[in-house]
């Protein structure tokens, strides 16, 4: 039976779809701090890039993102647009032309909110229930999503905790072979590796296997693979097989084929940030280290931690809100110059 399961923590709810005992999609989403994909906004132009095909754009919140459009643009002209990448890979938003709202504006506004990663999963998996540990996010969900809710102890088992957590490592075991993932700000680098002999059939049964992590990691962008004891003249042979173990991927990823160095080269497209962003971030570290202090009931009330995890933390005051109700006392933050960027300490 297929379940979508929300494991609610101080600012971040993790999601599983589960059947049975297969892990069939992930997702994080922060309310405190949305990922804004399909946000609708009305934006000012900043700086018009006709040889990039847009132009810049500044919002309500004061980020700026790339607005593409064929259309000329003037700067300092408010125009309506939906985001169409969140910000990722040290990359910021992109959007898309949308309508305009009725009436006047005169300033750059935030009109509407798109789906949540819990909507998107809930959508791909109409019959699925789901089930969430936290009463208080019913509330945040859409009325139609209600009667599909069901409330649980706990959305997360050991065994779902530890394949979710896995999913932040480096390598994945895909059977006979090893995945290496080597994300960079341009693209994703896979190396796949085997301590026994492998060869074309052994790339071959596992190719189903690493389409499933991809997806899982929701890896995108360009993606070149590198196989594991296949001489470069064949490897142009593996294409098709990569191509249908991808075929079920929802972002239909486009398997382009095989580099003169012998790379399978494929894309996906960029929509949410991908998963390993998400976990290494600042604001990701931040909340690992509540839901932590929760799961392990450290003792103190002192968070003393570098530059960059305090200011994430204190960016989503909802996730301090949470943390403070759960744990029945407010967390007091402290910023360590000198830290390490991902050290902190309780007190």
């Not at 405190?32 to 040889?51: F, I, Y």
């Not at 709202?101 to 998107?120: I, N, Q, V």
């Not at 060869?199 to 190719?207: H, I, P, Q, R, W």
């Not at 929701?218 to 003249?233: E, F, Q, W």
Request: hydrophobic share 40%; net charge neutral; proline share 9%.
């Amino acid at each position: 039976m297929t379940e979508i399961r929300a494991a609610c923590s101080p600012g971040e709810v993790r999601i599983a779809v589960t059947d049975h005992d297969t892990l069939l999609d992930v997702a994080i989403w922060r309310p405190g701090c949305p990922d804004g994909l399909e946000d609708w906004h009305v934006v000012r132009v900043q700086k018009a890039a006709p040889a990039l095909g847009g132009a810049f754009v500044l919002l309500e919140d004061g980020q700026s993102g790339f607005l593409s459009t064929r259309e000329a643009l003037i700067e300092g002209a408010l125009t309506a647009a939906r985001v169409s990448r969140s910000a990722q890979n040290g990359k910021g938003l992109r959007l898309r032309r949308a309508d305009m709202p009725a009436g006047a504006l005169s300033a750059p506004k935030l009109l509407e909110r798109g789906p949540t990663p819990l909507d998107d999963l809930a959508d791909r998996y109409p019959d699925a229930p789901v089930f969430v540990d936290n009463p208080g996010i019913a509330a945040k969900l859409p009325v139609r999503l209600r009667p599909r809710l069901q409330r649980c102890q706990q959305a997360f088992d050991a065994g779902l905790e530890t394949d979710f957590d896995s999913l932040s490592s480096p390598e994945a075991n895909l059977g006979l072979l090893t995945a290496s993932f080597f994300p960079t700000p341009a693209l994703v680098a896979i190396d796949l590796d085997s301590t026994g002999a492998p060869d074309f059939k052994g790339n071959v049964a596992s190719f189903p296997a690493l389409a499933r992590q991809i997806r899982l990691r929701n890896l995108s962008g360009t993606i070149l693979i590198d196989p594991a004891g296949v001489k470069t003249r064949k490897r142009p042979a593996l294409v098709a097989f990569l191509r249908e173990a991808l075929s079920d991927d929802p972002l239909k990823p486009d398997v382009l084929g095989a580099t003169p160095s012998g790379l399978l080269e494929l894309t996906r497209p960029r929509r949410r940030p991908p998963l390993h962003d998400l976990l290494s971030s600042p604001q990701g570290q931040g909340l690992s280290i509540l839901r932590t202090i929760l799961r392990e009931n450290r003792p103190g009330q002192t968070l003393t931690a570098s530059i960059s995890l305090i200011k994430a933390l204190e960016s989503d005051p909802e996730a301090l809100a949470d943390f403070t109700s759960r744990r029945a006392r407010a967390l007091d933050l402290v910023l360590d110059p000198n830290a390490t960027p991902a050290s902190w300490s309780l007190s």
